[in-house]
């Protein structure tokens, strides 16, 4: 690429990539593999003193191992409106408390689970590689409009190919990153 007008198109092509990338990764972290965390309950709302509330603003949340969250009130009369919420917002789990903390066990994941869970990272990866295709398409027009407003033919074919090993290097990033996330989720 030695015509500086294209210097613009690849900027706008890496950052965007990144952004595609950086996006896939975090939905990702979104998707548990039964391992307990506390923004599970991040749906959760609470009735506190005839308000919803997030569940965080009321109580302490935190996960003492992998399997299970510990919910501890900052308030003792919130016990029953805190647990009455988890069951309200219907994630699947059955709280039990003691008076003083709401213990909330995760059952391992079922292989059917798994596979479930294995198609929605499936179909984000997918995701992710549609918008770095898009961006591809993007630079791609842009390139064919500098080549109608001056830039020599053979600048914009080596642009092309550019763009074209950048999108592939992209798209190998978010296999990489779909395939770990596939086998931490079918790690038993």
Known sequence: MSDPRLKPLFDLLKESMDAAVEHAATEFTKIRAGKAHPSMLDAVKVDYYGSLVPIS???????????????QPWE???????????????????????????????????????????????????????????????VNEGIKKSQKDGVPEDDCKTAEQQVQKTTDTYIKKIDDLCAAKEADLMQV
């Open 57 to 71: 603003q009321v109580a302490n949340i935190n996960t003492p191992d992998a399997r299970s969250i510990a919910v």
């Open 76 to 138: 003792k009369n919130m016990i029953q409106a805190i647990e009455k919420g988890i069951i309200i917002a219907n994630l699947g789990f059955a709280p039990s408390n003691d008076g003083a903390t709401i213990r909330i066990s995760l059952p391992p994941l079922t292989e059917d689970r798994r596979k479930e869970i294995v198609k929605k990272v499936k179909a984000e990866a997918e995701h992710a590689k549609i918008q770095v295709r898009n961006i591809r398409k993007e």
